[in-house]
């Protein structure tokens, strides 16, 4: 079992940049695929990129192609997803995920506000 805490939301203003981390503890986290998703109030939640236990292949999802980053250190048990040109439509709680076979765990979310 892998426990999640995401850091790094806030507010900034359209086409600035913020970085994600998402701290593991309480398993092998090198074992685990990591995600991340982002949800906007009433509706539901979508990848936003998935990278691979050893750093690759990684995915992203067409909106933000080009936008953001996702990477992993699997020494210090984190992910980050670093975010540049923000858009208003960026703005969701962002998650983070990890998961090994059948198993899935989630952290609270951080709060990514794109407001001028």
């Known amino acids: 079992q892998v426990q999640l805490v995401e850091s790094g939301g806030g507010l900034v203003q359209p086409g600035g940049s913020l970085r994600l981390s998402c701290t593991a503890s309480g398993s092998t986290f090198s074992s685990y695929v990591v995600s991340w998703y982002r949800q906007v109030q009433g509706q539901a939640r979508e990848l936003v990129a998935h990278i691979n236990t050893a750093g690759s292949p990684v995915y992203y999802a067409a909106h933000v192609k080009g936008r953001f980053t996702i990477s992993r250190d699997n020494a210090k048990n984190m992910a980050f997803l670093q975010m540049n040109s923000l858009e208003a439509d960026d703005t969701a709680v962002y998650y983070c995920?990890?998961?090994?076979?059948?198993?899935?765990?989630w952290g609270q979310g951080t709060q990514v506000t794109v407001s001028s």
């Open positions: 995920k990890a998961a090994v076979g059948w198993d899935e765990y």
